[in-house]
């Protein structure tokens, strides 16, 4: 028989309900979108696809993929997604992978082309030579559990970093890794790895935008 539950004290709080999962979009315009959502699940977010500038108040923060950033930057100039954009990367959490480190840097080269602006760096266009010169290399990190592996694509180079870059890791001795406040951002991607932490460290600095 299950016994009656006690009637609550006067001065006894009500336990609160567990907060919502932490909402993170990706940017799923092109590129692996879906692998990132994947590793998000993985490192404890609630993914959110986002083909909506509308979509932007629904997160808590933001993966922008790989893929060609000047597509990107063609599409978003629709409906005005790129003002959006802007807007929320200026003051919410922000993690741009490959293409989009090199939206979010304040400088692009090789060729120069337009950005959003707010990482405080220089990024050289596909430095690292064509598709066929992709690689995967294991690397010294600052994050937690030693070598990290980081699967290279066409890569950009951040070529120079400025005031406030804190950079968690790099390759022939340009960061590749890097955070910013708010802003996270790297020339490799992660999604592609079955190693979580560079993922876990974005969802942990949403967390403590909260």
Known sequence: MTKPAEPRNAGEKTPKAPAHPVRIGVLAIQGDYDAHAQALREAGAEPVLIR???????????????????????????????????????????????AGCILLAKEVTHPPQASLGVLNATVERNAYGRQIDSAIQIGPTQLPGGPLEMVYIRAPRIAETGDGVHVLAERDGFPVLVEQGHIMAATFHPELSSDRRVHKRFVDLVLRSR
């Open 52 to 98: 909506k500038p509308e979509q932007l108040n629904e997160i808590d923060g933001l993966i922008i993929p790989g893929g060609e950033s000047t597509t990107f930057l063609k599409f978003l100039e629709r409906d005005g997604f790129l003002a959006s954009l802007q807007t929320f990367v200026r003051s919410k959490p922000t993690f741009g992978t490959c």
